[in-house]
């Protein structure tokens, strides 16, 4: 009798979360001036109220708008005369808001930051409209894949953002989350877990406590494993995540944490002691000894990424780090989390990456075996923290990571939208050093402004070919996932 091969598929990055757990002043930071305006609550009464999708009311004027539109030009065209005046009334005007858009510059107002906040506001409210729940969200995507596809969904606490308070509070999303998560099995959940919320409920007893509520949650298999976002206002390395983190090494609990620069980041003021690293430093003048990489970024976008830099999980992984910052003789050895690298640093660290023909540390990726490799220099054993901490592409320090510490993982998610990054990321798949730690993931939804989920898949799918494929969605995910309280090998 043969064993029938389990070819299952898993997502090991999507998100279910609804409108209603986006803090109020999401647009904080990004819109000056009018993020009291452009609130979460205005995007979701719009899109309910004032579109076509959301309102029956406003179908059906647009249907009649509609009518009446091609019934107009079906007269026009019987007449060709009124018909050429009508197009060129309409180059001529729409000429003309181009000029004048170029002239107030209003793409130069509108940056980049901007556009992509806006195309996040746009996605949020259109499932606002109509999937209104977490599980009926979770049901679309599973439409998009085979029967029996497994997907971690990630759950997300911005209530410490700075950015007002979201409609359902993050306590109310994962216990929603719990209901659907009970009605699909497919379905494998990960908890959200912010230093800021452990710290205020120490004191608390039974599960009011958010660390032991989340040990009895990760006990008892309710979640699948823990999320970190430290974009949101904290590093990974944070002394209220350590005993966390300790449970998590001892029951090989999975990991999954944000490494990506975006649009979900504190919304704050930046706080005095963010002026410099906690624990890296380097040497400006050997008299004077080691001083801490300075981080003088002023604006939230910018500093926030210092919180998500992947250098950062060398200095919890490495113990003579992790002690410059927590001074106890009693520091555990967290070399063994397990850790996956979400968006493996993002489009534009690989893009860095691609461009940079001349550091030594941008052209770090081979094929070498892990012996040979060892012996080149490489982010983590470079003589400058400061050099590798601003100059160094994030897919470098990620893949070094990797190499290094045995249970750091990467997952391709969001990033796999841009397919000029697959020629390096199947010369990644094809190195013995790394390729059974990366991961298949997508972003779902929060990507879905960029391509479909099913294309998405489909693409990737038949650029790696089904073995490359199966390997980051099937083989490399059990293992990832697997943990003393559940086995999926």
């Known amino acids: 009798m043969t064993i029938k091969e389990d070819k299952t598929v898993y997502n090991c990055h999507t998100h279910v979360f609804t409108i209603d757990h986006v803090p109020n002043y999401f647009s904080k930071k990004l819109i000056p001036v009018f993020y009291k305006i452009f609130t979460m609550n205005f995007i979701k009464w719009y899109y309910r109220n004032c579109t076509a999708r959301g309102n029956h009311r406003v179908k059906k004027l647009k249907h009649k708008w509609n009518k009446i539109k091609y019934g107009f030009l079906d007269l026009l065209k019987k007449t060709i005369l009124l018909y050429w005046i009508y197009l060129l009334l309409k180059f001529v005007v729409s ?5 004048l858009t170029n002239l107030i510059r209003i793409d130069f107002l509108f940056n980049k930051r901007t556009k992509a906040a806006f195309n996040r506001y746009i996605t949020m409210g259109r499932y606002s409209v109509a999937y209104k729940s977490q599980s009926k969200i979770f049901d679309l995507l599973e439409k998009s894949y085979a029967p029996n596809t497994r997907f971690v969904v990630l759950s997300m606490d911005m209530d410490y953002m700075q950015a007002g308070k979201p409609a359902v509070s ?4 994962i216990e929603s989350l ?23 409920t120490k004191q608390e007893k039974g599960n009011k406590n958010y660390e032991n509520f989340v040990k009895k949650q990760l006990k008892s298999g309710n979640f699948s494993g823990i999320k970190l976002y430290p974009a949101l206002g904290y590093y990974p390395f944070d002394k209220d995540l350590i005993s966390i983190y300790e449970f998590a090494q001892k029951n090989e ?4 944490a944000h490494c990506i620069e975006g649009t979900v980041f504190y919304r704050g003021k930046k706080k005095k002691e963010w002026n410099q690293h906690p624990i890296l430093t380097y040497t400006k003048k050997k008299e004077e000894g080691p001083i801490p990489i300075p981080l003088p970024q002023s604006k939230n976008y910018d500093f926030t990424t210092n919180f998500t830099h992947p250098l950062n999980y060398h200095c919890l992984l490495k113990k ?14 967290l070399k063994n989390l397990k850790i996956c690298l979400a968006h493996f640093g993002g489009t534009k660290e690989w893009q860095k990456y691609r461009n940079d023909n001349w550091k030594i540390y941008n052209n770090n990726i081979s094929h070498a075996s892990k012996q040979d490799y060892e012996k080149y220099k490489n982010t983590l054993n470079h003589g400058s923290k400061r050099t ?3 100059n160094a592409s994030w897919l470098s320090v990620i893949y070094d990571l990797m190499v290094q510490y045995d249970h ?7 990033i796999l939208y841009n397919e000029e990054l697959f020629p390096m990321l199947k010369f990644i798949l094809e190195d013995e050093k790394v390729n059974h730690k990366i991961l298949f993931g997508t972003d779902y ?15 990737l799918q038949s650029y790696l070919g089904k073995d490359l494929f199966y390997k980051i969605s099937n083989t490399n995910p059990k293992r990832f996932l697997s943990s003393k309280i559940k086995s999926y090998e």
């Open 408 to 414: 750091i993982y990467a997952d391709i998610s969001f």
């Open 95 to 99: 000429w003309a808001i181009k000029m």
């Open 445 to 459: 939804y929060v990507v879905s402004h960029k391509k479909s989920e099913k294309v998405l898949y489909q693409n």
């Open 170 to 173: 993050y306590l109310k999303q």
């Open 253 to 256: 609990i999975p990991i999954i």
């Open 388 to 390: 590798i901490w601003w």
């Open 320 to 333: 003579d780090l992790l002690k410059k910052y927590i001074i106890d003789s009693n520091v555990p050895n």
């Open 178 to 200: 719990q209901k659907v998560r009970k009605n699909n099995p497919n379905m494998l959940p990960f908890i959200a877990v912010d230093p800021r919320r452990v710290a205020r």
